[in-house]
């Protein structure tokens, strides 16, 4: 169903229904609460003047809605006013969503959320108004309902005393174009009709078929007319969301005249008897008749029934928040579709008793004359006119800002909506922040916020008010600017914390150790000041290595010697840190009060290098004539630094260091001659003696390290 007009003659209702097909004229008589339908009339367009709710052709709607008004009025006397109803499928449905910074404030209150709901429906009306092709730049605000609440991008129940980074909220908000409310004055201008009230189908419906007690229940209300579905979802004793389907009673339609190629009336009239009758007879296109089971005409619509089906379905469910409703009650003309009902149960997970058709016997206050038929088809033009009588929505004036904002009043109107129609912005809400900056903190980027503004205050009627208090003609609305946020503002302090210094005794003097802290290069303290893009570096000095170089010691080099070419560390002779009593490697950290001391040893001799590597030229330490001799058993001597040299002479980091490699044999006195350059004294007699050890020895005979070996010659 569509729109409906109602007046008043004495106790008489008079109201208009203008849907996508015809437009249904209807008189109400009430007494007592009890409506009786006096009178109705219902007119097919001539032309296809109405499209998804909305007039496309005032001169021909206008023409209709005449020639209603002449027929009612030769029955009942002059009509002048009429209420009407907005159809729902000319509301618009759009998702919105708003994420705002909260870093640093105090935790989330309930007018916070308030002010972030409202700033989420009014980027919904901003993308409904960039979506669609019109001039109109305003859509009435019908209701809203939040399908998430999220924390740092993590959906959450509630945000309610909750801090971190971001809050968002996502909303799915129903609007009402202006142009259909003036169009439709046009129509009823044309007609010589006043406006007495104006309502929306779904609000219609709803309050005859679901009184305010239930209205506490998640119920989905279906109008299904025509061309369009038309839906509602009631929760927490009021009407959350409306929605609406392109697709209706034409599509079932259609589908069996294609298939039995019929024309669209036959085929229209074929579908209303497949509920009464086991058997249809159509007349096809080319004038052959046949009969059909209905069994056989379900079947070929069943395709069409289900996409039907799952289309209203998948509208409930984000209209509900991604979720079924507790039930689906289904009104309108295309209700009658066999086997709607259950198809929807099934796409909705629900008892196939919780989707059922409501028709008149729902309305227990309504009767009918003689000779109207009752059908769920007459529920939203009846409930249009007792909707129009018990709850006629109004235009209200109110002022924002002195400025006379009207306002539509389809539901219970709040500060939110009169701001909204104000076009008051979300940041308008709030002082703006401070201007942030960003550092980069030992090579990494950093972003210091601004402080965030101060709320605005809203004035209602001078008291302080939220969002969410409800408003009355004539109110008074002002909106006090929040304060601004102060820029960002931080010392070297605030971005690392405290850095504490350690005191470390070296030498038995105490020594304190400062952190270093640069910035842009110079040594700056804790507490300097930093501005927008400063380079700043720190480093806590505690590594052993670090802390001699501020002492200004010399670091400890590694005692490295080559050995027949090769790189080799003598870990042995290197010079040995201590903490306390530990020996300490250069990159070990310091504690506050560590007691450094160095341990140094004497440099090692050829002997012991070679002893300490366990090299393979094995060497034999003697002494020839009271003189030190290292004997190698390659037969070759030991080079160092290229010349040769006893096993006692002193190695130091960096000399390199030659040895033969060893043969099996041992050594013999005769070898020693290979290591020293002797030569027989002149004065000597031809006669000597060998000893070893101060016992007589042969020329061949084996030595070993630490032998006394002379020559001693006769006298």
């Known amino acids: 169903m569509t729109k409906k007009r109602c007046i008043i003659l004495s106790n008489k209702l008079f109201a208009l229904d203008i ?33 998804d709710g ?25 009509l002048k006013k009429v209420s009407v109803a907005a159809a729902g499928r000319a509301l618009k449905t759009m998702e919105g969503s708003m994420t705002i910074d909260i870093a640093g404030k105090p935790l989330f209150t309930s007018e916070d959320i308030n002010r972030l709901e409202l700033a989420a429906v009014q980027q919904a009306q901003q993308k409904l108004l960039s979506s669609v092709s019109t001039a109109d730049d305003y859509y009435y605000c019908v ?55 104006l309502t929306l ?78 058997t249809i007879t159509i007349t096809d296109i080319l004038g052959f008749e046949q009969q059909v089971p209905s069994s056989e005409v379900l079947a ?22 991604r979720k079924s409703p507790q039930a689906v009650m289904v009104v309108g003309g295309g209700s009658l579709t066999p086997h709607l009902t259950k198809e929807l149960s099934s796409r909705l997970d629900l008892p196939e008793n919780r989707v059922g058709i409501r028709g008149l016997d729902a309305l227990s206050e309504v009767t009918l004359s003689d000779g109207i038929i009752s059908t769920p088809a007459l ?116 971005l690392i914390g405290e850095i504490s210094p350690i005191e470390v005794t ?33 480093s806590s000095i505690t590594k052993l290595n670090d802390v001699l170089s501020v002492l200004g010691i010399e670091t400890i080099e590694p005692f490295e010697i080559y050995v027949n070419n090769k790189r080799t560390l003598l870990e042995k002779w290197t010079t040995q840190f201590f903490i306390g009593d530990m020996p300490a490697s250069p990159d070990q950290h310091l504690k506050d009060g560590d007691v450094i001391r160095l341990g140094i040893l004497d440099p090692p001799t050829v002997d012991e290098v070679v002893s300490s590597m366990n090299h393979s030229a094995q060497t034999t330490a003697v002494t020839f004539n009271g003189e030190p001799v290292t004997l190698t058993n390659s037969g070759s001597p030991i080079l160092l630094n290229g010349k040769q040299v006893d096993a006692f002479e002193i190695v130091r980091p960096g000399d390199r260091l030659t040895i033969a490699e060893a043969s099996s044999r041992s050594f013999l006195f005769s070898d020693i001659f290979l290591f020293i350059n002797y030569t027989m004294p002149k004065t000597s007699s031809t006669s000597y003696q060998l000893l070893r050890n101060g016992e007589p020895i042969g020329f061949n005979d084996p030595i070993f390290s630490g032998d006394a070996l002379e020559i001693k010659f006769d006298s």
């Open 201 to 278: 189908e779904p609000i219609a419906a709803i309050n005859v078929l679901i009184p305010p007690s239930m209205r506490r229940l998640n119920v989905a209300l279906v109008d299904i007319g025509a061309g369009t579905s038309d839906i509602a979802i009631t929760n927490n004793n009021t009407v959350v969301s409306y929605g609406m389907v392109p697709i209706a009673g034409d599509e079932i339609t259609e589908a069996l005249s294609n298939n039995y190629l019929l024309d669209f009336p036959v085929a229209e009239l074929a579908k209303r008897t497949l509920a009464t009758a086991e």
């Open 379 to 494: 529920v939203t033009p009846i409930g249009i006119a007792i909707a129009a009588r018990r709850a006629p929505i109004h235009y209200m004036s109110v002022t924002v800002n002195e400025k006379t904002i009207r306002l539509f009043e389809l539901k219970e109107m709040t500060v939110g909506d009169a701001l909204l129609a104000a076009n008051i912005k979300a940041r308008q809400l709030y002082g703006k922040p401070g201007m942030g900056m960003s550092v980069t903190l030992n090579g990494s980027l950093m972003t210091i916020p601004g402080e965030h503004g101060s709320s605005s205050k809203i004035l209602l009627n001078g008291n302080i008010a939220s969002t969410k208090d409800f408003i009355s003609n004539g109110d008074e609305i002002k909106l006090e600017p929040g304060r601004n946020g102060n820029d960002a503002s931080a010392t070297i302090r605030d």
């Open 54 to 78: 909305q007039i496309h052709n005032i001169v021909s709607v206008a023409n209709v809605i005449s020639e209603i008004k002449s027929i009612l009025e030769e029955r009942h006397g002059m």
């Open 506 to 538: 070296f030498n038995e003097r105490k020594h304190t150790i400062v952190p270093r802290i640069e910035c842009n290069g110079i040594p700056v303290d804790l507490d300097t000041i930093v501005n927008d893009r400063d380079q700043i570096s720190y």
């Open 19 to 51: 849907g996508t097909r015809s437009v249904v004229g209807i008189i109400l008589t009430e007494q007592d609460g009890i409506y009786h339908v006096d009178d109705l009339v219902t007119i097919e367009h001539k032309e296809r003047s109405m499209i």
């Open 143 to 197: 209701g809203y309902s939040v399908l998430h609440y999220k924390l740092d991008g993590d959906e959450i129940g509630s945000l309610i005393d909750q801090a971190g980074r971001t809050a968002t909220a996502e909303v799915i908000a129903t609007f009402l174009p202006r142009v259909v409310v003036e169009s439709l004055l046009s129509a009823l201008k044309r007609a010589e009709l006043e406006m007495e009230a």
């Open 300 to 321: 070929a619509i069943k395709p069409a029934i289900e996409k039907l089906a799952t289309s209203i379905a998948e509208e409930i469910k984000k209209l509900n928040n």
